[in-house]
């Protein structure tokens, strides 16, 4: 979102406010959360209308409290509903794929209200689910993290709210040793079924991406941050898949044979630009040289190679050395 906002954004950002604490929200404290998490600027009159319409649509009321007007939403109510057989398709995929997230908490109450919206369904939409069910499959892509203390969770939450810095001990993958840290949270990511939040490591100095079930420990500090402009989005240019780097290289790859086709079909969102080439495959991509990258290319063996950067080259072709010193048949 940008500070030009609709009113429409502007009312959807508001509603998924009140729906997280149940005291509800002063319009001052509306206004700063525009502003703080969404980067929307906002008058108290525009969010005055904004409310005034909301509150017209939506169980959303005001409510005096300390001598301040609070605005508050209360629970939604549905009445009964028939579906056609293209969404009772979309209600059984969405329950699918929520039920592979069902450890993350969010994920949780959203198939909670799947569920029971399927539970309201008429005979003839349930007994039409039942087929569904029987006919499609769906296979998710991975499994959701189960080892995430929600106390810690909670605790990064907040500190995104209030834009406050914290104290974390935190257990490395890399290093595979525990250390404090100071950690400014930009952002939470859940990624392939696990939390992550990305933000400014001051032990490290640079942003980094942290797992949330890796936090050992969590203290909330005083110090405050402000989140650079449209970071997430030219944070995740960096990223080829996992992995984020801090320096950009145009990557450029030819793939032939059956890797050609497999990345045409099954890898395509990973390339700024593929172009064909007399039977191969281009493949063109900006981002930082990282560990995911090069096991992706050699997982493709012969049939990729790397025209550019000639530093990737080189480090595969010592890659490839090693392997083939590792297999060689004793003479």
């Not at 005291?23 to 904004?50: P, W």
């Not at 029971?116 to 003839?124: A, F, H, N, S, T």
């Not at 045409?264 to 969102?269: G, I, P, S, V």
């Not at 493709?300 to 490839?320: H, M, S």
């Amino acid at each position: 979102m940008s500070n030009k906002s609709t009113s429409t954004e502007r009312q959807l950002f508001i509603l998924s406010l009140l729906s997280q604490r149940k005291s509800g929200y002063t319009i001052n404290e509306i206004i700063d959360s525009l502003k703080r998490m969404a980067d929307i600027d906002a008058t108290r009159r525009m969010v005055a209308r904004d409310m005034d319409y909301i509150s017209q649509n939506f169980f959303v009321y005001e409510e005096e409290h300390d001598g301040k007007l609070v605005y508050k939403a209360d629970k939604y109510a549905l009445s009964d509903m028939d579906f056609s057989m293209a969404e009772v398709v979309s209600l059984y995929f969405t329950q699918q794929v929520l039920q592979t997230y069902e450890s993350l908490g969010m994920a949780k109450d959203a198939l909670k209200i799947v569920r029971r919206i399927l539970g309201k369904l008429p005979e003839l939409s349930r007994s039409a689910m039942e087929n569904v069910e029987k006919m499609i499959k769906i296979v998710p892509e991975a499994a959701a993290d189960s080892e995430t203390d929600e106390e810690i969770l909670a605790l990064v939450q907040e500190a995104l709210e209030t834009s406050r810095s914290l104290r974390l001990r935190y257990h490395s993958f890399s290093s595979g040793e525990t250390a404090e840290r100071v950690f400014d949270p930009y952002v939470l990511e859940v990624r392939e079924g696990c939390w992550h939040t990305i933000g400014f490591c001051h032990l490290r100095g640079a942003v980094r991406d942290l797992r949330v079930s890796r936090i050992e420990d969590a203290e909330l500090l005083g110090e405050t941050f402000t989140v650079p402009r449209r970071f997430y989005e030219d944070y995740r240019k960096t990223r080829f898949d996992k992995l984020a780097g801090e320096e950009l290289t145009d990557i450029r790859v030819r793939f032939t044979g059956d890797a050609a086709r497999l990345v045409k079909e099954y890898h395509a969102r990973k390339a700024d630009r593929l172009a064909d080439e007399n039977g191969a495959v281009l493949f063109e991509k900006k981002a930082a040289i990282t560990p995911d990258i090069k096991s992706w290319l050699l997982s493709f063996g012969a049939q990729a190679e790397v025209l550019a950067p000639e530093g990737l080259k080189q480090n595969l072709k010592e890659e490839i050395r090693r392997m083939s010193a590792l297999y060689r048949e004793e003479q």
